[in-house]
Structures are given as C-alpha cells and as structure tokens.
C-alpha cells in the first residue's frame, strides 16, 4: 500500500467570506446574521438601524480583512505558497441580498467570477462552502428563517444558482459548515426564544430543516453538474471518557452520539439513528417528519465527507439533578457543556493546556477523528479546517516568529499521515486560515493565519506579511509530505 499522500493530494488552506471579506455593504449585498453578530448589536433591533452606531475600527465584518478589495494580492500569495486548494466561501447576501429576491446580485457573481476564475489559471482547486453561518436577514425577518420550512426552498434555489453558473470551475462544493456547532449559537439562527423549552424545540427544528435542505442542495448539484463533488461539513473533536469506569465510558460514548455521530447518520444513511429520536423524545423536542422529507434525506447523499479538527474533548457521568441555569450558562462552552442524566464535558486531566490559549492540544485525536468518521462512513475524507488561533507579534522589522504554530501544524499533519498509512482515503487539508481573520469570538485577538493582516480592534494598515508557518508550509506541499 502506498504510505505517501497521493500526488494530487489538495494541500490547502481555508476562509469564510464574512470573516474575511468585509465591504458588507458593497455592490449591493445584503445583511447577515453573521454581519449582525460580528458586529455586537442588538439582533431584535432593525439591522440598519443597528449597525448605525458601529464604527469602522471595530474589527468587524464591515472591513474584515478586506479580501474583497485585496483579493488580487491574496491570491498572487496563495500561488507563492504553492497552495493546491483554496477552501473559501460565497456569501448568500452577495447572490440574493435579501436571500430570496427575484433578481441574482451581477455584481456579487462578478466578484466570486474573478476570484475562480483567477484560482484555476492557478492551478488551485477552489473548495466552495455555499453557507458558513451567514443566513440572510431579509428572509430571517421575513419568516424567521431556518425554523420555517421555507428556507430549505430558498436555500436549494440559492445552491442551484451556483452550481449552474459555476458548472466545470467548481469541482468541489461544502454545502454548510459546522451544522453541529451553529445550531447552539442563538444568533446564527436568529433565536431570540427565552423560554428553554420552546428555545430547544425551536433550535432541533432549525437543525432538521438544515439537514433537508443540505440533502436537497447535494441532489440538485448531482442533477445539475454530475462531474462536480458535494459534501457536508461537520465539527469533529473525538470525546474520551474521564476514566476507565463504565458511567463515564458510556457518558463520553453518549456525547460522540449525540453531538456528532448522529449527524454522519443523517448526511450519509439519510436518516436519524433511534438513540437520538428517543433523546428528543424524551425531552420534548421532536417535531414531525413528512414522507417527503424521509425521501429527500434518502436521495442526498455525500460525494466525501468532511469535517474540522481543532482538539478533543473529555467527558464524564452528569448526574440528574443539575439544576436548569447551570446547563444554560453552559450550553455554548463545548469545555462545559453538560446534558443531565447523560454527560458532562471537562478539562481533559491528561492533557495539559497550551499556555498561549489554554487549549488542550491533541495531535493523536485527529487519527481518532479519521478513524472514527471513515468507520461510520466510508467515504473519502477531506479535512477543511485545522489550525492554531493565538495573539501573534509583529516585530519592528515586520516578521512573525510563529514557531508554536509550525509545531502545531506539523504534529498534526504527522497524525493525519498515519491515518493515510491506516488506510483512509484522504483527499485534501486546509489550514485554518490562509491569512488572519476575524474571530467569530475575539476578533483579531486570536489569529490563525499563516499571512499576517495588519488590523486590530483599533485599526490599521491592512498590509499582509508573510509569518515563519507561510514558508514552512510551503516546503511541505512542494515535498508533498515527504519531508515531515
């Protein structure tokens, strides 16, 4: 068996167009949850009226990175980097500004034209997520976005936009990103609900709907354009049990079912395992599923499948009787997040934080991740994002010194050869980023970018400067792996 990647492994590295973009405004595109979010204003209030009172120097979505200006010089870097794929996403208010209008945005196909365009005479394969958390605020005001089930049409004639216009320059298309981590952030699905119960219901319906219109979108690129491949894309940290007793096996076990191992049911089998149907049921959060929705998770099966690394996670045993305002105040922390009666997620006691971020780092966990993802599925597997996110210094001579982060890629890429040496098929990896963006949680205080952008919260010149990672993964792709 060859040990190596193959030849046309797709080295790459990775964006999202909300986090990079900026000119949210321009050309005629529309608002996002994500633009409202980023921005730090009030979600029930009118957005323009909102985003009024937020100035530009804030490290928001309005100026981003500035890659829609800039776009020209990132991708004259990203050909320096040898890069082979470039994973990016098109951002749905720069097609349909308000998600269903009548007319396409010309202006906002024209830019994404361009950057294709530019891409392939490069010689790199464009890796294109259709929505990476940015659903529209015109249709989000209009029918409450993904709880209705309207947004499943809207979202399907949006991915039909695509995949005909970008028939035979697209190979490869994500549908959406992180459905698992997305649908326990209220703000990108527009939950204002104070009541928990109605909240949960509300958030596991919007989650049902993503997975049909996710089937839908993967059905009509199969109509469309045969020759292209589709896939979803999952977060993905492999959860180990506390210790060697059996309520904690069998909590951390619960957790991998529940918070991930379900989802791989859904987008490859089509349909929902018992174990997770009984778990809404019991709660009071399942909802009805018509014999043509049953049909349409059946038909829209992936091409590959492919998910983000960043670490594991740990859990033990939780008991019953936590009370209510505690799981709340938890709910978002994937450290803390506890389900009574199931489990609860903790520090890892094995693994000792890395001091730049407090991140219990894991290398072995990516294996894990490959082995357990490619022994549910079965199919090819691409990695889309995996990656440091730190503060990094410029220096007075304009470099930056990112060493923790060389270790970092370098050990997991190490893992990720050994699950190639298991057997795996696996077709590509994309560093998370190519060059700094905005954090969704911290703005530029956290970067993972392997090109420095000269921003932070108070501004700044918006230059790019190459840090010591950019010349390291360089070497890698031009030996293609054969030099770690």
């Known amino acids: 068996m060859n040990q190596e990647f193959p030849e046309n492994f797709l080295w790459g590295c990775a964006t999202s167009a909300f986090q990079v973009e900026g000119a949210y405004n321009e050309d005629g595109k529309g608002l996002s949850l994500a633009d409202v979010r980023s921005m730090s204003v009030d979600p029930t209030e009118e957005p323009t009226k909102a985003l009024a009172n937020v100035g530009d120097e804030i490290a928001d979505s309005k100026i981003a990175s500035d890659h829609y200006h800039s776009w020209e010089e990132d991708v004259e870097l990203m050909k320096e980097l040898g890069l082979k794929s470039y994973r990016f996403s098109i951002a749905w208010t720069r097609i349909y500004p308000n998600g269903d209008d009548e007319q396409i945005n010309e202006k906002g196909l024209a830019f994404y034209d361009k950057l294709i365009d530019r891409l392939n005479k490069y010689g790199i394969e464009p890796v294109v997520t259709i929505y990476h958390f940015d659903f529209p605020c015109g249709i989000q005001k209009k029918y409450g976005g993904w709880r209705n089930k309207q947004s499943i049409e809207d979202f399907n004639r949006y991915a039909c936009t695509l995949f005909e216009h970008f028939k035979g320059r697209v190979r490869y298309w994500l549908v959406n990103n992180e459905q698992n981590a997305m649908i326990r952030r209220d703000s990108y699905l527009g939950i204002e609900e104070k009541d928990i119960l109605k909240r949960e219901r509300l958030r596991h319906l919007c989650n049902h709907n993503m997975y049909v219109a996710c089937a839908k979108a993967i059905a009509s690129c199969h109509q469309i354009d045969p020759e292209a491949k589709i896939a979803p894309v999952m977060a993905y940290s492999p959860t180990y049990p506390k210790d060697s007793k059996p309520e904690n096996i069998l909590a951390a076990k619960k957790s991998e079912d529940l918070y991930r191992n379900y989802m791989i049911d859904v987008h490859c089998r089509g349909e929902y395992p018992a174990y997770y149907l009984r778990w809404l049921r019991d709660n009071g959060w399942d909802f009805p599923i018509s014999d043509e929705e049953h049909e349409i998770l059946k038909a829209g099966k992936p091409d590959f499948y492919a998910f983000n690394y960043y670490r594991s996670s740990c859990a033990e045993y939780c008991p019953e009787d936590v009370s209510p305002e505690l799981v709340e105040r938890y709910r978002v922390d994937a450290k803390r997040r506890m389900l009574p009666g199931i489990c609860r997620h903790i520090d890892n006691p094995n693994i000792e934080p890395f001091p730049m971020n407090q991140w219990r780092l894991d290398p072995i966990g990516l294996r894990v991740a490959f082995r357990n993802i490619y022994e549910r599925c079965h199919l090819p597997l691409m990695l889309c994002e995996n990656g440091l996110g730190v503060p990094d210094i410029l220096t007075n001579d304009f470099k930056i010194h990112d060493d923790y982060r060389i270790d970092y890629l370098k050990s ?52 790019r400067y190459k840090k010591d990672s950019f010349n390291w993964y360089r070497e890698v792709i031009k030996e293609n792996g054969r030099n770690l």
């Open 412 to 463: 997991h890429i190490i893992a990720m050869k050994e699950a190639v040496k298991d057997g795996i098929p696996v077709i590509g990896y994309h560093v998370w980023t190519f060059m700094d963006v905005i954090s969704t949680s911290e703005g530029f205080k956290k970067r993972y970018g392997l090109v420095y952008v000269n921003r932070d919260e108070k501004g700044g010149d918006l230059n």
